[in-house]
């Protein structure tokens, strides 16, 4: 359990899982916040298997030189092997999600592969108003959703070099059943049709995952150059 959960005195979701609630890190309040000038929002989306997290895992271990921030996106699906809450993911059942987003607390919420993930709208703005660059990996979906409510934010989609790479990644990670693996393969191609829809398309090359954490550094420094004034509103 993260720290950002904490357990509820007693009862139960009536869903076989134990009742938490949201601390005020992933608060609801809904009142304007904004950026520190120049501070970016940045979106890296990308279809299962292109390395996202990888990539992220990169660009964190450059953070305390670039002062990024990395806020953690909350799911109602099960933890993968090795993932850990508060860190990889906050893991939340449906009932605790849903009265999430509905008090407003979500920046953006949608259903991909079965299960809902959103962006826990408090720390992307609080990390902003300090005056820090926020990176969140986010679906296609919630991507357009940031976009329409936030024009100023900065989306970079990550591809991979080939469709036939891709789906061998998806196979070698040996996490989904056979309809899951074939259902983020339908959806993979669809989301690559949506690249058009982004401001930056970077391939991430087989073994190559530093050359892409540099080339978005890089994409980033050019945009706080071009956006120095700007303030973004959360």
């Known amino acids: 359990m993260s720290d950002a959960l904490e357990p509820l005195q007693e009862g139960s979701t009536g869903e076989g899982e134990p009742r938490r609630k949201p601390s005020p890190g992933l608060g609801n309040s809904t009142a304007p916040i904004f950026g520190a000038p120049g501070a970016l929002l940045v979106i890296i989306s990308g279809p299962s298997g292109v390395g996202k997290d990888t990539?992220?895992?990169a660009l964190k271990r450059r953070s305390r030189e670039r002062d990024y921030r990395f806020v953690v996106t909350c799911t109602t699906r099960a933890p993968r092997p090795g993932e850990k809450d508060g860190v990889s993911y906050h893991f939340l059942n449906k009932r605790q999600f849903m009265a999430l987003r509905d008090a407003g607390g979500l920046l953006e919420a949608n259903e991909v592969h079965g299960h809902w993930y959103g962006t826990p709208r408090i720390e992307v703005?609080?990390?902003?108003?300090?005056?820090?660059?926020?990176?969140?990996?986010?679906?296609?979906?919630?991507?357009?959703?940031?976009?329409?409510?936030?024009?100023?934010?900065?989306?970079?989609?990550?591809?991979?070099?080939?469709?036939?790479?891709?789906?061998?990644?998806?196979?070698?990670?040996?996490?989904?059943?056979?309809?899951?693996?074939?259902?983020?393969?339908?959806?993979?191609?669809?989301?690559?049709?949506?690249?058009?829809?982004?401001?930056?398309?970077?391939?991430?090359?087989?073994?190559?995952?530093?050359?892409?954490?540099?080339?978005?550094?890089?994409?980033?420094?050019?945009?706080?150059?071009?956006?120095?004034?700007?303030?973004?509103?959360?």
Not at 125 to 135: E, K, M, N, T, W
Not at 163 to 173: A, G, H, N, Q, V
Not at 217 to 223: K, P, S, T, Y
């Open 55 to 57: 990539i992220i895992d």
């Open 125 to 234: 703005a609080r990390a902003l108003a300090d005056g820090h660059d926020v990176i969140l990996k986010i679906d296609v979906q919630g991507a357009q959703v940031i976009k329409e409510r936030i024009p100023d934010a900065l989306l970079i989609f990550v591809v991979p070099p080939s469709l036939e790479t891709l789906f061998r990644r998806l196979k070698s990670r040996a996490t989904e059943t056979v309809d899951e693996l074939e259902l983020r393969q339908r959806n993979a191609a669809l989301e690559l049709a949506r690249q058009e829809d982004y401001d930056h398309v970077v391939v991430n090359e087989t073994g190559q995952v530093e050359q892409t954490a540099e080339i978005i550094d890089g994409i980033i420094d050019a945009e706080r150059l071009r956006n120095a004034g700007r303030r973004i509103a959360i």
